[in-house]
């Protein structure tokens, strides 16, 4: 069965600074590999994802995330964190039909 | 911006009442979801419909009833619900995965149920 985890329930970081969100993931097979973000009281938007190709991802508003499959991480990063990224934050697994298993959640606070 | 579009936006009823959510994509998508997500916590798979077919049902009380009318609409019919269904309701959509599932969940704003 596919799982993820986050180990992180919170990751604070001030303005600025590089930011660092973790995940792991297990899974049979190749791993399909997202990350999510949702402000409060909206939906999940999607900032980027790893199917195959270069371990180095990049998606919207400057993430970008690092696939490392002996560690069986998909770690999100940004290299100068923004008040505004304060969020919670899913990284997920997609299986080979329909089902997306996502991870606990990271609340990502950058302090001004 | 959405290009899933869930509603109403809120929701408050009684345990007596019928009420349905609805969802609403243009994306071209095969694959429609609800997820029911509490607060500060991942979204829970309720029902996955591929082709307009119900394909994944986790183990949902039937006060839940999903319904997909056609390839751009999903609705979820809520009878009877206990103050414990009250939760965001969110709707996604992607493509259907044919042996290739590469595809990112495009997900709505929610639907904010209150079950007093």
């Known amino acids: 069965a596919q799982s993820v985890a986050q180990p992180e329930d919170q990751v604070n970081v001030a303005e600025g600074n590089p930011l660092t969100v973790k995940c792991t993931y297990s899974v049979s097979g190749n791993p399909y590999l997202f990350w999510y973000v949702q402000y409060p009281n909206r939906g999940l938007q999607f900032l980027l994802k790893y199917i195959t190709g270069d371990n180095l991802v990049k998606g919207s508003y400057g993430f970008e995330a690092e696939f490392n499959k002996s560690q069986t991480s998909f770690h999100l990063k940004k290299p100068s964190a923004l008040v505004s990224d304060s969020a919670l934050y899913f990284c997920?697994?997609?299986?080979?039909?329909?089902?997306?298993?996502f991870g606990p959640g990271t609340r990502l606070s950058v302090l001004p | 911006d959405t290009e899933v579009t869930q509603t109403p936006k809120h929701l408050v009823m009684g345990m007596t009442n019928k009420k349905s959510l609805k969802c609403e994509q243009h994306m071209g998508h095969r694959a429609m979801y609800w997820y029911k997500q509490k607060a500060k916590k991942p979204p829970e798979l309720m029902f996955v419909?591929?082709?307009?077919?119900?394909?994944i049902n986790e183990s949902v009380p039937s006060r839940f009833s999903p319904e997909c009318p056609n390839s751009s609409l999903l609705n979820l019919h809520l009878h009877a619900l206990q103050p414990e269904d009250s939760a965001l309701y969110l709707c996604a959509s992607s493509q259907a995965s044919q042996g290739n599932p590469t595809g990112e969940l495009f997900f709505g704003e929610g639907s904010r149920l209150t079950v007093l």
């Open positions: 419909y591929s082709y307009e077919k119900l394909s």
């Open positions: 997920a697994v997609r299986d080979y039909g329909q089902n997306f298993v």
